[in-house]
């Protein structure tokens, strides 16, 4: 399960961060003092759950959430007072907690995040399996067959698909956001905010960076514990 942490308390993101470390199927991407930065990384990036404080000085963590596309992850408040507890519920969070937080409190927590989590994906549909997909380039329909996938870039709102066998990518009207949810089960996976890489294609690796057809990607701080 994938987090992010929001708080504008740098020592409450150090205890999280702690805390998290002692749960090896928690995977913290980011934590965040900033609201704009965290919305940012949310729309980039594919993340399972979001931890957020309620009193922030830009910003309160419920029109934070508010504010969300209908699409996000699942929330769980973080603050040092309980008044809001029941405007966190009627957001359909999955917990509240309150500061200072325990070990055991904390891992209670990710236990029902975990949870929820197993269930939404059990109801996805098994089409997440496909083995191939149409992108429109150039004004027809291309076929891309996902075993084929080098890697793929970002260009804003356009990514190129850089596939085994052709020199020239496949550009195409898409968010790289997308893609990682679409492809994640396959294989293809998120190592930096502009790029995606087929794991099976990969021929080297360092520290920060991967090697795919004798290209080196870079690969992004937040993503080097997939390596």
């Known amino acids: 399960m994938t987090l ?8 409450a993101l150090v205890l999280i961060e702690k805390l998290a470390a002692q749960l090896p199927d928690l995977h913290l991407l980011a934590t965040f003092t900033d609201a704009a930065a965290a919305a ?16 922030m000085p830009d910003v309160s963590g419920l029109e934070f959430v508010r504010q969300l596309p209908v ?5 769980i408040f973080l603050t040092a007072h309980k008044e809001h507890a029941h405007e966190g519920f009627d957001l359909d969070v999955v917990d509240y907690l309150i500061k200072p937080i325990s070990p055991e409190r904390f891992q209670k927590a990710m236990k029902k995040a975990a949870t929820r989590l197993i ?17 429109f380039s150039e004004y027809v329909q291309v076929k891309i067959t996902i075993a084929d996938i080098l890697y793929i870039e970002s260009m804003g709102d356009y990514v190129k698909i850089y596939l085994a066998g052709q ?21 293809v996976r998120r190592i930096h905010r502009s790029y995606l890489v087929n ?29």
Do not use: Y
């Open 199 to 227: 794991w099976e294609k990969i021929e080297a690796r360092q520290k920060s960076q991967v090697c795919v057809s004798g290209i080196w990607l870079p690969v992004g701080e937040t993503f080097l514990g997939l390596l």
């Open 40 to 55: 940012d990384f949310l729309q980039n990036n594919t993340v399972d759950l979001l931890l957020t404080d309620i009193h």
């Open 167 to 187: 020199a020239k990518p496949v550009l195409t009207l898409e968010r790289l956001k997308n893609l990682a949810a679409r492809l994640e089960k396959q294989g």
């Open 4 to 11: 992010i942490v929001l708080d504008d308390e740098p020592l």
């Open 119 to 135: 269930s939404q994906k059990n109801a996805e549909p098994t089409s997440t399996q496909e083995s191939s997909f149409f992108v």
């Open 71 to 75: 699409e996000h992850p699942m929330v």
